[in-house]
């Protein structure tokens, strides 16, 4: 029960303070930014809906992602960023095998993070 009189009480904070207000807003800013730069306007609207959403949630953007953002935002694309992101006191503590596996799963998620990023500042204003 406390926790819908918490929801409640977040929704109407979002009300008093003009929260949807400046979401359309941003949308509409954000949606005719996406047009005149020629990019998808539907896939900035669906982003946008996405962080509002995890927003409203109050969900915490993935740690691993945010290494990465930082990574790129204050260097770049560099050559060695897996070797960067590696966690080297457990590195240490695993087997060859364990080692390689561990090495393309930390691939794949930069990848991922990569991905998102470009979508990011694609999209950005």
């Given at each position: 029960?406390?926790?819908?009189?918490?929801?409640?009480?977040?929704?109407?904070?979002?009300?008093?303070n003009n929260?949807?207000?400046?979401?359309?807003?941003?949308?509409?800013?954000?949606?005719?930014?996406?047009?005149?730069r020629g990019?998808?306007?539907?896939?900035?609207?669906?982003?946008?809906?996405?962080?509002?959403?995890?927003?409203?949630?109050?969900?915490?953007?993935?740690?691993?992602?945010?290494?990465?953002?930082?990574?790129?935002?204050?260097?770049?694309?560099?050559?060695?960023?897996?070797?960067?992101?590696?966690?080297?006191?457990?590195?240490?503590?695993?087997?060859?095998?364990?080692?390689?596996?561990?090495?393309?799963?930390?691939?794949?998620?930069?990848?991922?993070?990569?991905?998102?990023?470009?979508?990011?500042?694609?999209?950005?204003?």
């Amino acid at each position: 029960m406390d926790n819908l009189k918490e929801m409640a009480r977040a929704a109407k904070q979002r009300l008093k303070n003009n929260f949807w207000e400046e979401c359309k807003k941003n949308l509409d800013e954000g949606a005719e930014y996406a047009r005149e730069r020629g990019l998808n306007e539907g896939r900035f609207k669906h982003t946008m809906h996405g962080r509002v959403k995890s927003e409203i949630k109050g969900e915490k953007q993935d740690e691993f992602y945010v290494k990465v953002k930082t990574l790129l935002d204050r260097e770049g694309e560099v050559s060695d960023a897996i070797g960067r992101l590696t966690d080297r006191e457990y590195y240490a503590t695993l087997s060859y095998e364990e080692k390689q596996r561990y090495t393309l799963r930390l691939s794949a998620k930069y990848l991922q993070a990569l991905e998102k990023y470009r979508r990011e500042k694609e999209l950005e204003i």
